[in-house]
């Protein structure tokens, strides 16, 4: 848990109140755990907070949560204005380190498989891989080696090296990522993959456009 948030309690709920806030640089949230008497209702510097959804969007975080100390969380949720992206609202769950949590995880992809080398496409299906495990034992992300992809080779759950500790909750068949043939000897289902794919890289596109507009 390298990455650590300082936050401030809040307590006017109002509208206008919020929109100040926002307009100070910060953004409000809430911190909730069975371990919290009650949900506390925060407000966090918004750099840091873009800053952690472009490195550790899934790790277990640090908060320093007024009156009750430095408390391990997970970000649960992330409410953002539909038009420009800006982030309105944060949820954060506070852990149990020693305890059992199911959480999302980064795949990181890495190596250029042969398939893109001689113009393949690589279509990825998943982008995070939901976990089991002990919460201190959370990676921050999960390596996917592509390097073996030839033209119409996937990779599925079951090929993953998952760390010791680490079970996913998804089937071993699940797909991960393909590599799609050049486009003359592409099919139609794999037209339609390529267009699923392209729309689905352009809605990340726009989410890290958002982001880096936050900055």
Do not use: W
Not at 57 to 80: A, F, K, N, W, Y
């Amino acid at each position: 848990m390298s990455t650590a948030l300082q936050a401030q309690e809040r307590t006017s709920m109002t509208k206008s109140a919020l929109r100040q806030l926002r307009q100070q640089g910060k953004v409000p949230g809430v911190v909730y755990g069975k371990e919290l008497a009650a949900p506390v209702s925060v407000a966090i510097d918004s750099k840091e907070l873009l800053a952690t959804l472009r490195t550790n969007p899934h790790s277990i975080l640090e908060m320093t949560v007024p009156g009750r100390g430095t408390q391990p969380v997970l970000l649960t949720d992330i409410q953002r204005d539909s038009l420009s992206g800006q982030v309105l609202h944060v949820d954060f769950h506070q852990v149990n380190l020693n305890e059992k949590i199911q959480a999302e995880v980064r795949l990181d992809f890495q190596g250029q498989s042969p398939g893109e080398k001689e113009g393949g496409m690589l279509q990825v299906v998943l982008h995070a891989l939901e976990v089991e495990c002990v919460a201190k034992d959370l990676p921050a992300s999960i390596p996917v080696d592509i390097g073996s992809l030839g033209f119409g080779d996937h990779l599925t759950v079951a090929d993953l090296q998952l760390p010791p500790g680490i079970k996913t909750t998804l089937e071993p068949d699940a797909v991960i990522a393909s590599v799609l043939a050049p486009q003359k000897d592409r099919s139609e289902e794999e037209l339609e993959a390529m267009d699923d794919a392209a729309e689905e890289r352009e809605q990340h596109r726009h989410a890290a456009e958002a982001v880096e507009t936050d900055r």
